[in-house]
Protein backbone atom coordinates (compact mmCIF):
# COMPACT_ATOMS: atom_id res chain seq x y z
CA UNK A 1 0.00 0.00 0.00
CA UNK A 2 1.56 3.68 -1.07
CA UNK A 3 1.99 5.65 2.13
CA UNK A 4 2.67 9.41 2.49
CA UNK A 5 5.57 9.23 4.19
CA UNK A 6 7.11 11.40 1.06
CA UNK A 7 4.54 13.73 0.16
CA UNK A 8 5.36 15.90 3.03
CA UNK A 9 2.70 15.36 4.96
CA UNK A 10 3.28 17.12 8.12
CA UNK A 11 0.56 14.98 10.37
CA UNK A 12 2.46 12.06 9.47
CA UNK A 13 4.99 9.60 11.14
CA UNK A 14 7.81 9.31 8.97
CA UNK A 15 9.44 5.73 7.75
CA UNK A 16 12.75 7.46 9.12
CA UNK A 17 10.93 8.35 12.49
CA UNK A 18 9.60 4.35 12.59
CA UNK A 19 12.68 2.95 12.49
CA UNK A 20 13.74 6.04 15.26
CA UNK A 21 10.67 5.15 17.51
CA UNK A 22 12.04 1.21 17.05
CA UNK A 23 15.33 2.16 18.50
CA UNK A 24 13.63 4.48 21.46
CA UNK A 25 11.26 1.43 21.92
CA UNK A 26 14.19 -0.73 22.85
CA UNK A 27 16.43 1.82 24.85
CA UNK A 28 13.23 2.98 26.65
CA UNK A 29 12.75 -0.26 27.92
CA UNK A 30 14.90 -0.64 30.79
CA UNK A 31 12.18 0.70 32.85
CA UNK A 32 9.03 -1.26 30.92
CA UNK A 33 7.01 -3.91 32.37
CA UNK A 34 5.60 -6.82 30.43
CA UNK A 35 2.01 -5.65 30.78
CA UNK A 36 2.85 -2.71 28.04
CA UNK A 37 2.87 -5.81 25.54
CA UNK A 38 -1.58 -5.37 25.73
CA UNK A 39 -1.56 -9.47 25.35
CA UNK A 40 -4.13 -10.22 27.96
CA UNK A 41 -2.59 -9.40 30.89
CA UNK A 42 -4.17 -8.58 34.51
CA UNK A 43 -5.09 -4.95 34.67
CA UNK A 44 -4.13 -3.64 37.74
CA UNK A 45 -5.61 -0.23 38.02
CA UNK A 46 -9.18 -0.75 37.65
CA UNK A 47 -11.49 -3.97 38.66
CA UNK A 48 -13.17 -6.03 36.57
CA UNK A 49 -16.13 -5.76 34.07
CA UNK A 50 -19.78 -6.51 34.90
CA UNK A 51 -21.64 -9.26 32.81
CA UNK A 52 -24.74 -6.90 32.10
CA UNK A 53 -22.60 -4.77 29.70
CA UNK A 54 -23.62 -7.43 27.60
CA UNK A 55 -26.77 -8.26 26.49
CA UNK A 56 -27.25 -12.46 27.13
CA UNK A 57 -30.04 -14.34 28.24
CA UNK A 58 -29.57 -15.90 31.71
CA UNK A 59 -30.72 -19.26 31.81
CA UNK A 60 -30.69 -21.54 34.97
CA UNK A 61 -30.86 -24.58 32.28
CA UNK A 62 -27.89 -26.97 31.32
CA UNK A 63 -27.59 -27.76 28.09
CA UNK A 64 -27.17 -31.17 26.72
CA UNK A 65 -23.99 -32.60 25.90
CA UNK A 66 -23.64 -32.11 22.11
CA UNK A 67 -25.50 -28.36 22.43
CA UNK A 68 -22.99 -26.98 24.67
CA UNK A 69 -20.83 -27.24 22.13
CA UNK A 70 -22.56 -25.46 19.36
CA UNK A 71 -19.97 -22.93 19.21
CA UNK A 72 -17.70 -25.57 18.20
CA UNK A 73 -19.63 -25.70 15.03
CA UNK A 74 -19.79 -21.99 14.43
CA UNK A 75 -15.88 -22.31 14.31
CA UNK A 76 -15.81 -24.80 12.38
CA UNK A 77 -17.97 -23.32 9.59
CA UNK A 78 -16.09 -20.02 9.45
CA UNK A 79 -13.05 -22.18 9.06
CA UNK A 80 -11.57 -22.99 5.46
CA UNK A 81 -11.10 -26.47 4.11
CA UNK A 82 -7.46 -27.60 4.93
CA UNK A 83 -5.95 -28.18 1.81
CA UNK A 84 -4.02 -31.98 2.82
CA UNK A 85 -2.58 -32.21 -0.82
CA UNK A 86 -0.14 -28.90 0.82
CA UNK A 87 2.94 -30.84 2.48
CA UNK A 88 6.26 -29.92 3.64
CA UNK A 89 9.06 -32.54 3.36
CA UNK A 90 11.21 -33.16 6.90
CA UNK A 91 14.72 -33.90 7.28
CA UNK A 92 14.03 -37.58 7.52
CA UNK A 93 11.89 -36.61 3.84
CA UNK A 94 8.60 -38.10 5.46
CA UNK A 95 5.95 -35.84 4.33
CA UNK A 96 4.37 -34.16 6.87
CA UNK A 97 0.68 -32.26 6.50
CA UNK A 98 1.40 -28.64 7.72
CA UNK A 99 -1.41 -27.60 10.37
CA UNK A 100 -1.68 -24.71 12.25
CA UNK A 101 -2.55 -24.30 15.70
CA UNK A 102 -6.27 -23.18 14.34
CA UNK A 103 -6.28 -26.32 11.95
CA UNK A 104 -5.34 -28.90 15.31
CA UNK A 105 -8.08 -27.71 17.25
CA UNK A 106 -10.81 -28.08 14.38
CA UNK A 107 -9.61 -31.55 13.72
CA UNK A 108 -10.33 -31.75 18.00
CA UNK A 109 -13.54 -29.98 17.81
CA UNK A 110 -14.64 -32.70 14.51
CA UNK A 111 -14.01 -35.04 16.20
CA UNK A 112 -15.02 -33.88 19.84
CA UNK A 113 -18.72 -33.29 18.50
CA UNK A 114 -18.44 -36.61 16.06
CA UNK A 115 -18.02 -38.18 19.11
CA UNK A 116 -20.32 -36.49 21.54
CA UNK A 117 -23.12 -37.34 18.58
CA UNK A 118 -22.24 -41.37 18.97
CA UNK A 119 -21.45 -41.52 22.61
CA UNK A 120 -21.52 -39.82 25.95
CA UNK A 121 -18.13 -42.10 27.08
CA UNK A 122 -14.75 -41.07 28.00
CA UNK A 123 -12.99 -39.43 25.20
CA UNK A 124 -9.80 -41.40 25.58
CA UNK A 125 -9.10 -42.87 21.90
CA UNK A 126 -8.45 -40.72 18.87
CA UNK A 127 -10.73 -41.43 15.90
CA UNK A 128 -10.60 -39.16 13.39
CA UNK A 129 -10.91 -39.49 9.35
CA UNK A 130 -7.62 -37.27 8.79
CA UNK A 131 -5.19 -40.62 8.20
CA UNK A 132 -2.50 -37.89 6.63
CA UNK A 133 -2.03 -36.68 10.09
CA UNK A 134 1.34 -37.73 11.99
CA UNK A 135 1.56 -39.39 14.84
CA UNK A 136 2.72 -35.69 16.51
CA UNK A 137 -0.50 -34.37 14.97
CA UNK A 138 -2.75 -36.83 16.42
CA UNK A 139 -1.38 -36.52 19.85
CA UNK A 140 -1.99 -32.87 19.56
CA UNK A 141 -5.95 -33.48 18.32
CA UNK A 142 -5.93 -36.17 20.92
CA UNK A 143 -4.99 -33.45 23.70
CA UNK A 144 -7.80 -31.10 22.77
CA UNK A 145 -10.39 -33.23 22.40
CA UNK A 146 -9.73 -34.42 26.27
CA UNK A 147 -9.28 -31.01 27.22
CA UNK A 148 -12.98 -30.44 25.60
CA UNK A 149 -14.34 -33.13 27.29
CA UNK A 150 -12.59 -31.95 30.51
CA UNK A 151 -14.32 -28.20 30.10
CA UNK A 152 -17.48 -30.11 29.46
CA UNK A 153 -17.39 -32.08 32.96
CA UNK A 154 -16.06 -29.33 34.63
CA UNK A 155 -19.45 -27.06 33.49
CA UNK A 156 -21.51 -30.21 34.24
CA UNK A 157 -19.78 -30.19 37.72
CA UNK A 158 -18.93 -34.00 37.66
CA UNK A 159 -15.45 -32.59 39.27
CA UNK A 160 -14.11 -36.15 39.64
CA UNK A 161 -14.44 -37.20 36.21
CA UNK A 162 -12.87 -33.52 35.16
CA UNK A 163 -9.97 -34.45 37.41
CA UNK A 164 -9.21 -37.65 36.54
CA UNK A 165 -9.04 -36.47 32.75
CA UNK A 166 -6.95 -33.15 33.81
CA UNK A 167 -4.24 -35.69 35.13
CA UNK A 168 -4.13 -37.80 31.83
CA UNK A 169 -4.00 -34.25 29.68
CA UNK A 170 -1.48 -32.68 32.09
CA UNK A 171 0.73 -35.75 31.15
CA UNK A 172 0.07 -35.42 27.45
CA UNK A 173 1.21 -31.58 27.75
CA UNK A 174 4.37 -29.22 28.67
CA UNK A 175 5.15 -25.88 29.10
CA UNK A 176 8.07 -26.34 26.89
CA UNK A 177 6.42 -28.89 24.41
CA UNK A 178 4.81 -28.19 21.09
CA UNK A 179 2.26 -25.09 20.66
CA UNK A 180 -0.45 -27.30 21.45
CA UNK A 181 1.16 -29.05 24.14
CA UNK A 182 1.81 -25.73 25.85
CA UNK A 183 -1.48 -24.00 25.09
CA UNK A 184 -3.61 -26.79 26.60
CA UNK A 185 -0.41 -26.79 29.60
CA UNK A 186 -1.70 -23.20 30.79
CA UNK A 187 -6.06 -23.76 30.10
CA UNK A 188 -5.14 -27.39 32.42
CA UNK A 189 -3.64 -25.32 34.97
CA UNK A 190 -6.86 -22.87 34.34
CA UNK A 191 -9.07 -25.93 34.75
CA UNK A 192 -7.48 -27.21 38.07
CA UNK A 193 -7.82 -23.60 39.67
CA UNK A 194 -11.51 -23.85 38.82
CA UNK A 195 -12.12 -27.39 40.27
CA UNK A 196 -10.34 -25.71 43.36
CA UNK A 197 -12.48 -22.97 43.42
CA UNK A 198 -15.73 -25.16 43.72
CA UNK A 199 -14.75 -28.22 45.58
CA UNK A 200 -13.77 -28.22 49.17
CA UNK A 201 -10.65 -29.23 48.97
CA UNK A 202 -9.64 -26.91 45.98
CA UNK A 203 -7.53 -23.98 46.58
CA UNK A 204 -8.09 -20.77 44.83
CA UNK A 205 -5.23 -18.93 43.69
CA UNK A 206 -5.38 -14.70 44.07
CA UNK A 207 -5.73 -13.75 40.09
CA UNK A 208 -4.26 -10.26 41.06
CA UNK A 209 -1.07 -11.42 42.20
CA UNK A 210 1.42 -9.01 40.94
CA UNK A 211 3.69 -9.50 37.87
CA UNK A 212 7.01 -7.86 37.60
CA UNK A 213 8.62 -8.93 33.80
CA UNK A 214 12.11 -9.22 32.98
CA UNK A 215 13.05 -6.57 30.48
CA UNK A 216 14.52 -8.69 28.11
CA UNK A 217 11.24 -10.77 27.39
CA UNK A 218 9.86 -6.93 26.80
CA UNK A 219 12.31 -6.16 24.26
CA UNK A 220 11.81 -9.58 22.33
CA UNK A 221 8.78 -9.56 21.82
CA UNK A 222 8.98 -5.97 20.27
CA UNK A 223 11.52 -7.17 18.41
CA UNK A 224 9.65 -10.11 17.17
CA UNK A 225 5.77 -9.47 17.27
CA UNK A 226 4.24 -6.66 15.01
CA UNK A 227 1.00 -6.43 17.04
CA UNK A 228 2.36 -4.09 20.00
CA UNK A 229 4.19 -2.12 17.60
CA UNK A 230 1.43 -2.08 15.06
CA UNK A 231 -1.27 -0.58 17.97
CA UNK A 232 1.29 2.35 19.37
CA UNK A 233 2.31 4.07 16.30
CA UNK A 234 -1.08 3.49 14.43
CA UNK A 235 -2.87 5.03 18.03
CA UNK A 236 -0.16 7.54 18.17
CA UNK A 237 -0.64 8.70 14.41
CA UNK A 238 -4.25 8.70 15.16
CA UNK A 239 -3.60 11.71 18.11
CA UNK A 240 -1.41 12.94 15.27
CA UNK A 241 -4.40 12.96 12.83
CA UNK A 242 -6.64 15.44 15.67
CA UNK A 243 -4.15 17.49 16.96
CA UNK A 244 -2.49 19.05 13.36
CA UNK A 245 -2.80 22.44 14.83
CA UNK A 246 -2.56 22.45 18.40
CA UNK A 247 -0.30 24.01 20.20
CA UNK A 248 -1.19 22.80 23.58
CA UNK A 249 -1.67 18.96 23.31
CA UNK A 250 -3.20 17.04 26.33
CA UNK A 251 -3.31 13.57 26.13
CA UNK A 252 -5.36 11.96 29.02
CA UNK A 253 -4.27 8.11 29.66
CA UNK A 254 -6.32 5.94 31.06
CA UNK A 255 -3.93 3.34 31.90
CA UNK A 256 -0.28 4.30 30.69
CA UNK A 257 1.82 1.43 32.15
CA UNK A 258 5.28 2.34 31.08
CA UNK A 259 4.45 5.14 28.70
CA UNK A 260 6.76 3.94 26.06
CA UNK A 261 4.34 4.68 23.24
CA UNK A 262 4.84 8.86 23.97
CA UNK A 263 8.57 8.37 22.84
CA UNK A 264 7.09 8.01 19.15
CA UNK A 265 4.56 11.16 20.11
CA UNK A 266 7.70 13.17 21.26
CA UNK A 267 9.56 11.93 17.98
CA UNK A 268 7.10 13.16 15.76
CA UNK A 269 6.08 16.11 17.17
CA UNK A 270 9.71 17.25 16.63
CA UNK A 271 9.82 16.36 13.37
CA UNK A 272 6.52 18.61 12.70
CA UNK A 273 7.48 21.68 10.59
CA UNK A 274 4.53 23.51 10.84
CA UNK A 275 2.38 24.47 14.08
CA UNK A 276 5.08 23.87 16.49
CA UNK A 277 4.00 22.70 19.98
CA UNK A 278 4.08 24.61 22.68
CA UNK A 279 3.80 22.34 25.15
CA UNK A 280 2.57 18.71 25.89
CA UNK A 281 1.03 17.70 29.14
CA UNK A 282 0.27 13.82 29.79
CA UNK A 283 -2.24 12.72 33.03
CA UNK A 284 -1.99 8.81 34.17
CA UNK A 285 -4.98 8.00 35.65
CA UNK A 286 -4.51 5.21 37.87
CA UNK A 287 -6.31 3.85 41.57
CA UNK A 288 -3.03 1.86 42.28
CA UNK A 289 0.61 2.15 41.33
CA UNK A 290 1.40 5.56 42.00
CA UNK A 291 5.20 5.13 42.29
CA UNK A 292 5.44 2.97 39.29
CA UNK A 293 3.48 5.85 37.02
CA UNK A 294 5.57 8.36 38.51
CA UNK A 295 8.66 6.71 37.53
CA UNK A 296 7.42 6.30 34.21
CA UNK A 297 6.76 9.88 33.91
CA UNK A 298 10.38 10.58 34.73
CA UNK A 299 11.43 8.84 32.12
CA UNK A 300 9.20 10.16 29.79
CA UNK A 301 10.81 13.83 31.03
CA UNK A 302 13.69 13.13 30.70
CA UNK A 303 13.33 11.83 27.47
CA UNK A 304 11.17 14.73 26.40
CA UNK A 305 14.12 16.97 27.82
CA UNK A 306 16.72 15.23 25.48
CA UNK A 307 14.59 16.09 22.59
CA UNK A 308 13.79 19.98 23.70
CA UNK A 309 9.86 19.94 24.37
CA UNK A 310 8.00 21.49 26.42
CA UNK A 311 6.52 18.68 28.35
CA UNK A 312 4.97 17.97 31.91
CA UNK A 313 3.47 14.83 33.17
CA UNK A 314 0.77 14.66 35.93
CA UNK A 315 -0.49 11.45 38.17
CA UNK A 316 -4.24 11.59 39.35
CA UNK A 317 -4.79 9.24 41.59
CA UNK A 318 -8.71 8.16 42.80
CA UNK A 319 -9.57 5.60 45.60
CA UNK A 320 -12.07 4.62 43.09
CA UNK A 321 -13.20 5.11 39.78
CA UNK A 322 -16.54 6.68 40.72
CA UNK A 323 -14.73 9.35 42.80
CA UNK A 324 -13.39 10.69 39.37
CA UNK A 325 -14.57 14.34 38.69
CA UNK A 326 -13.60 16.56 35.64
CA UNK A 327 -12.39 19.19 37.50
CA UNK A 328 -9.33 16.88 38.33
CA UNK A 329 -8.30 17.07 35.30
CA UNK A 330 -7.25 20.25 35.44
CA UNK A 331 -7.26 21.15 32.01
CA UNK A 332 -6.26 25.04 31.00
CA UNK A 333 -7.73 27.24 28.58
CA UNK A 334 -6.31 26.59 24.90
CA UNK A 335 -5.32 22.58 25.21
CA UNK A 336 -6.54 20.21 23.05
CA UNK A 337 -7.88 17.08 24.74
CA UNK A 338 -6.86 13.86 23.24
CA UNK A 339 -7.88 10.18 25.09
CA UNK A 340 -5.97 7.34 24.74
CA UNK A 341 -6.98 4.26 26.19
CA UNK A 342 -4.91 0.68 25.07
CA UNK A 343 -6.30 -2.34 26.59
CA UNK A 344 -7.94 -0.63 29.94
CA UNK A 345 -11.62 -1.31 29.18
CA UNK A 346 -11.47 -4.88 29.32
CA UNK A 347 -10.48 -4.39 33.31
CA UNK A 348 -12.28 -1.48 33.57
CA UNK A 349 -14.91 -1.72 36.58
CA UNK A 350 -16.38 -4.67 38.61
CA UNK A 351 -19.93 -2.80 37.50
CA UNK A 352 -21.14 -1.44 34.58
CA UNK A 353 -21.36 1.52 36.80
CA UNK A 354 -17.76 2.42 36.80
CA UNK A 355 -17.03 2.30 33.17
CA UNK A 356 -20.45 4.14 32.61
CA UNK A 357 -18.82 7.15 35.02
CA UNK A 358 -15.51 7.27 33.30
CA UNK A 359 -17.33 7.52 29.74
CA UNK A 360 -19.63 10.84 31.01
CA UNK A 361 -16.49 12.42 32.89
CA UNK A 362 -14.65 11.80 29.79
CA UNK A 363 -17.30 13.26 27.30
CA UNK A 364 -17.83 16.65 29.44
CA UNK A 365 -13.43 16.69 28.95
CA UNK A 366 -14.65 17.58 25.03
CA UNK A 367 -11.80 15.45 24.10
CA UNK A 368 -11.53 16.14 20.45
CA UNK A 369 -10.82 12.30 19.94
CA UNK A 370 -10.40 8.95 21.84
CA UNK A 371 -8.71 6.04 20.56
CA UNK A 372 -9.39 2.74 21.67
CA UNK A 373 -7.17 -0.10 21.36
CA UNK A 374 -8.77 -3.83 22.71
CA UNK A 375 -8.60 -7.50 22.27
CA UNK A 376 -10.84 -8.58 19.60
CA UNK A 377 -12.40 -11.53 20.88
CA UNK A 378 -15.40 -12.56 22.60
CA UNK A 379 -13.89 -14.44 25.93
CA UNK A 380 -16.59 -12.62 28.25
CA UNK A 381 -19.38 -14.77 28.38
CA UNK A 382 -21.17 -15.59 31.77
CA UNK A 383 -21.40 -18.88 30.25
CA UNK A 384 -18.29 -21.25 31.27
CA UNK A 385 -18.29 -23.48 27.89
CA UNK A 386 -18.58 -20.50 25.81
CA UNK A 387 -15.90 -19.05 27.42
CA UNK A 388 -13.63 -22.07 27.26
CA UNK A 389 -14.13 -22.85 23.39
CA UNK A 390 -14.12 -18.62 22.38
CA UNK A 391 -10.85 -18.53 24.34
CA UNK A 392 -9.18 -21.86 23.02
CA UNK A 393 -9.07 -20.76 19.37
CA UNK A 394 -8.15 -16.95 20.28
CA UNK A 395 -5.36 -18.04 22.70
CA UNK A 396 -4.50 -20.78 20.10
CA UNK A 397 -3.77 -17.98 17.59
CA UNK A 398 -1.85 -15.74 20.39
CA UNK A 399 0.38 -18.90 20.48
CA UNK A 400 0.51 -19.82 16.94
CA UNK A 401 2.08 -16.35 16.46
CA UNK A 402 4.32 -16.24 19.69
CA UNK A 403 5.77 -19.55 18.41
CA UNK A 404 6.34 -18.14 14.76
CA UNK A 405 7.33 -14.80 15.62
CA UNK A 406 9.74 -15.78 18.27
CA UNK A 407 10.96 -18.75 17.39
CA UNK A 408 14.69 -17.86 17.18
CA UNK A 409 14.24 -16.65 21.09
CA UNK A 410 12.65 -19.85 23.34
CA UNK A 411 13.85 -18.68 26.27
CA UNK A 412 11.63 -15.41 26.05
CA UNK A 413 8.87 -16.49 24.33
CA UNK A 414 8.38 -19.43 27.36
CA UNK A 415 8.74 -16.39 30.01
CA UNK A 416 6.04 -14.59 28.16
CA UNK A 417 3.86 -17.52 27.95
CA UNK A 418 4.21 -18.34 31.71
CA UNK A 419 3.34 -14.94 32.86
CA UNK A 420 1.77 -13.17 30.79
CA UNK A 421 -0.81 -15.41 28.70
CA UNK A 422 -0.35 -18.03 31.54
CA UNK A 423 -2.21 -15.87 34.17
CA UNK A 424 -4.77 -14.62 31.87
CA UNK A 425 -5.87 -17.99 30.54
CA UNK A 426 -6.50 -18.55 34.04
CA UNK A 427 -8.32 -15.35 35.36
CA UNK A 428 -10.86 -15.34 31.82
CA UNK A 429 -11.31 -19.28 32.52
CA UNK A 430 -11.04 -19.94 36.60
CA UNK A 431 -12.67 -16.54 37.97
CA UNK A 432 -16.32 -15.80 38.66
CA UNK A 433 -18.24 -12.24 39.15
CA UNK A 434 -15.99 -9.18 40.36
CA UNK A 435 -12.87 -11.73 40.98
CA UNK A 436 -12.75 -12.36 36.91
CA UNK A 437 -10.91 -8.73 36.18
CA UNK A 438 -10.28 -9.55 32.42
CA UNK A 439 -13.16 -9.39 29.91
CA UNK A 440 -11.97 -9.93 26.45
CA UNK A 441 -15.17 -8.36 24.08
CA UNK A 442 -15.10 -7.54 20.18
CA UNK A 443 -15.58 -4.22 18.61
CA UNK A 444 -19.24 -4.97 17.73
CA UNK A 445 -19.68 -5.32 21.84
CA UNK A 446 -17.83 -1.68 22.67
CA UNK A 447 -20.01 -0.31 19.74
CA UNK A 448 -23.34 -0.98 21.26
CA UNK A 449 -21.99 -0.01 24.61
CA UNK A 450 -20.35 3.47 23.27
CA UNK A 451 -23.63 4.50 21.61
CA UNK A 452 -25.62 4.94 24.69
CA UNK A 453 -23.12 7.70 25.95
CA UNK A 454 -23.77 9.25 22.38
CA UNK A 455 -20.01 8.43 21.58
CA UNK A 456 -19.40 8.37 17.17
CA UNK A 457 -16.85 5.65 15.55
CA UNK A 458 -15.04 8.02 13.52
CA UNK A 459 -12.96 6.78 10.25
CA UNK A 460 -9.35 5.80 10.38
CA UNK A 461 -7.50 7.95 8.53
CA UNK A 462 -4.89 6.62 5.45
CA UNK A 463 -1.71 7.88 7.55
CA UNK A 464 -3.34 5.28 10.31
CA UNK A 465 -3.37 2.61 7.88
CA UNK A 466 -0.42 3.05 6.21
CA UNK A 467 1.53 3.26 9.68
CA UNK A 468 -0.05 -0.40 10.42
CA UNK A 469 1.06 -1.40 6.76
CA UNK A 470 4.53 0.13 7.22
CA UNK A 471 5.42 -1.47 10.60
CA UNK A 472 3.96 -4.99 9.33
CA UNK A 473 6.36 -5.18 6.07
CA UNK A 474 9.42 -4.70 8.97
CA UNK A 475 8.40 -8.26 9.96
CA UNK A 476 9.51 -11.50 8.78
CA UNK A 477 6.42 -12.99 9.90
CA UNK A 478 4.43 -10.37 8.48
CA UNK A 479 2.87 -13.03 5.69
CA UNK A 480 0.74 -15.01 8.69
CA UNK A 481 0.12 -11.32 10.52
CA UNK A 482 -2.70 -9.02 8.81
CA UNK A 483 -4.34 -5.59 9.09
CA UNK A 484 -7.59 -5.32 7.57
CA UNK A 485 -10.57 -3.10 8.25
CA UNK A 486 -14.13 -3.93 10.09
CA UNK A 487 -16.00 -0.84 9.38
CA UNK A 488 -14.39 2.29 10.75
CA UNK A 489 -11.90 -0.16 12.86
CA UNK A 490 -8.38 -1.37 12.46
CA UNK A 491 -8.29 -4.92 12.91
CA UNK A 492 -5.03 -6.70 13.45
CA UNK A 493 -5.32 -11.21 12.78
CA UNK A 494 -3.12 -13.87 12.97
CA UNK A 495 -3.94 -16.49 9.89
CA UNK A 496 -7.40 -14.94 9.71
CA UNK A 497 -8.36 -14.32 13.64
CA UNK A 498 -8.77 -11.24 15.19
CA UNK A 499 -6.00 -10.45 17.61
CA UNK A 500 -6.69 -6.69 18.30
CA UNK A 501 -8.58 -3.77 17.41
CA UNK A 502 -7.59 0.21 17.10
CA UNK A 503 -10.74 2.19 16.44
CA UNK A 504 -11.10 6.15 17.18
CA UNK A 505 -14.19 7.86 18.82
CA UNK A 506 -16.02 11.55 19.55
CA UNK A 507 -18.44 12.46 21.67
CA UNK A 508 -21.76 14.33 20.15
Known amino acids: MPTNAENGNDKFISQGTISLGVQELESFATFCNLDDLYLGVISHQFQS ?3 KIISVKPSNTKEDYSASFHILRKHKRKCPKLDENKAIVSSQNSIIPTLS ?23 SVLNHPYSSSTLSHSKDVQLIVNLLSCAEKVDKEQYDRAVKLLDECYKMSSPIGSTIQRLAFYFIEALYEKVGRVTPKGVCLDPLEAIIWPNIPLL ?3 KGHPLPQITKFAGIQTI ?3 VVEARKIHVIDLEIRSGIQYTILFQALVDRSKHPVEHLRITALGTKSKETMEETGKRLMSFAESLKISFSFDVLMVADVLDLKESLFKVVPGETVAVYTAYALMGLGGKADRLEHIMRVIKDLNPCVMIIAEIEANC ?16 GAIF ?3 ADCMKNDETNRREVEATCLGSSIKNVLAAEGDERKIRHMSIRVWRAFLARFGIVEIELSMSCVDQAYMVLQGFPCGRSCTVDMNGKCLIIAWKGTPLSSLSAWKFK
Open 49 to 51: FDD
Open 101 to 123: TEAIIELAAENFIQSASKSSKEL
Open 220 to 222: ALH
Open 240 to 242: LDH
Open 380 to 395: SSPSFIGRFVESLFFY
Open 400 to 402: DSF
